[in-house]
């Protein structure tokens, strides 16, 4: 299981479509994620006194794009999703 922190606004935009692909898609070129771990790191890191964010749950083995872990902040192997997150693969959603 991988996680990827977003907001409503973002989710509700593509609540439609059978993807899911942030803005930071585009400029990035993958899906920033992690694990349950690594979690409350990231949101102390970049997401502090937000109230607007929702988790999503990912089932890896049901993603039908690559994932690599990649070395990212403090040298730390992070879980990235390289292409638009299928949504059979988000087993849950919900307010963080």
Request: negative net charge; proline residues 6%; aromatic residues 12%.
């Amino acid at each position: 299981m991988i996680y990827h922190i977003t907001t409503f606004s973002d989710w509700e935009s593509q609540k439609m479509a059978s993807t899911f692909r942030p803005p930071a898609y585009a400029e990035d070129g993958f899906i920033h994620c992690c694990t349950e771990d690594q979690l409350q790191g990231v949101i102390e890191r970049y997401y502090a006194n937000r109230n607007d964010l929702l988790l999503l749950y990912i089932d890896e083995s049901i993603l039908n794009v690559p994932v690599k872990n990649e070395k990212s902040t403090g040298d730390e192997l992070f879980p990235h999703v390289f292409g638009p997150i299928n949504k059979e693969a988000i087993i849950k959603v919900e307010p963080y």
